[in-house]
């Protein structure tokens, strides 16, 4: 179940729902593709898959950079953040304070 929201009106709607329900229909505009992004044909068949078409688009455009999770970095470990001692701040009266508390 995807998240719902609330209308003007006060009705509930389920947007993933609506989403899911409606991705073969044709978009509107002068655009042949339906609401996923598949590019459509005569009687509204599927011509290309949007699955092929960023394919496509990746292979021809070398600098474009796929949709993939970036790798998780390690931690810094604690012992680098100890040997790290932060500056002195200065105030407006340009006396300094240490922020060790």
């Not at 609506?18 to 996923?36: D, F, T």
Request: glycine share 6%.
């Amino acid at each position: 179940m995807g998240t719902m929201h609330r209308t003007m009106q006060g009705k509930m709607i389920d947007m993933e729902k609506l989403m899911s329900q409606n991705e073969l229909m044709p978009a509107i505009g002068n655009v042949r593709v339906n609401a996923r992004g598949d590019e459509l044909g005569a009687g509204g068949k599927i011509v290309k898959k949007r699955e092929d078409i960023m394919a496509e688009y990746y292979d021809t455009n070398p600098k474009a950079i796929p949709d993939t999770p970036r790798p998780v970095h390690a931690k810094v470990p604690q012992e680098q953040l100890e040997k790290v001692k932060p500056e002195p701040v200065m105030t407006k009266k340009n006396k300094v304070v240490d922020n060790e508390s």
